[in-house]
């Protein structure tokens, strides 16, 4: 069984639309990162989170704990958001990787 | 603003050969890692690297990997005899702080074809 699940694995919306992705996750850890992954390749990291909710522009980003879960939510999408989001946790000194999902915003 | 970079971009070369992949991190950051990316697979950790040791590796960082930091600015990633199978993305990253892993920056990979 796989450490990090997340869902979808894909996910096509439409412009404007809300997006929520999941992330969960069977160890213990001490942070969890939302990276996001584009076209290119390149990485980007959106949040780190050990704790409650995070917001950055149309981004936010919340972590239970005790149920092992966090979303990524992205209001009002845009094409530009098209990507790959990639849930990552932190066990000490190292990162266990989710499989990501892989988001299409048609205009 | 600050960024890691790394270079080749791009690098083929032949099972057997030995290769080095070059990562300069950003110039305040202590702690750096390798991850590796096969292609249409999840990213996996290799390595972080603290205080110029190996602070962590993963099973997939065997003997055939190993890590320096030869002077002030560049962290590298040697592969001794190169497989098929280390046919992969790979991205330095660093940090300024360990803590909870606090912010990493990414470089933009280094693609590595063995044939």
């Known amino acids: 069984k796989n450490e990090v699940e997340q869902s979808p694995q894909n996910l096509t919306a439409q412009e404007g639309e809300f997006i929520t992705i999941n992330c969960s996750y069977s160890v213990g850890i001490s942070a969890l990162h939302w990276l996001q992954q584009h076209p290119g390749g390149g990485i980007v990291s959106l949040f780190m989170l050990s704790s409650g909710k995070k917001k950055h522009g149309r981004l936010i980003a919340t972590i239970n704990i005790q149920e092992k879960h966090s979303s990524l939510h992205i209001t009002a999408s845009h094409p530009r958001d098209s990507a790959v989001y990639i849930c990552a946790v932190i066990k000490l000194n190292d990162m266990r990787f989710g499989a990501g999902t892989r988001l299409t915003v048609k205009p | 603003e600050p960024e890691v970079t790394q270079t080749p971009s791009h690098q083929v070369t032949q099972m057997g050969q030995e290769v080095i992949l070059r990562c300069v991190p950003i110039s305040n950051h202590l702690y750096f890692y390798w991850y590796r990316q096969i292609l249409g697979q999840k990213v996996e950790f290799l390595v972080s690297?603290?205080?110029?040791?190996?602070?962590?590796k993963s099973e997939i960082f065997d003997d055939q990997f190993s890590v320096e930091r030869p002077d002030g600015s560049n962290f590298t990633l040697k592969i001794r005899s190169t497989k098929l199978e280390d046919s992969a993305m790979y991205f330095c990253a660093s940090t300024d702080s360990v803590f909870n892993f606090y912010e990493q920056y990414f470089g933009p990979g280094t693609r590595l074809t063995v044939t």
């Open positions: 690297f603290y205080n110029n040791e190996i602070s962590e």
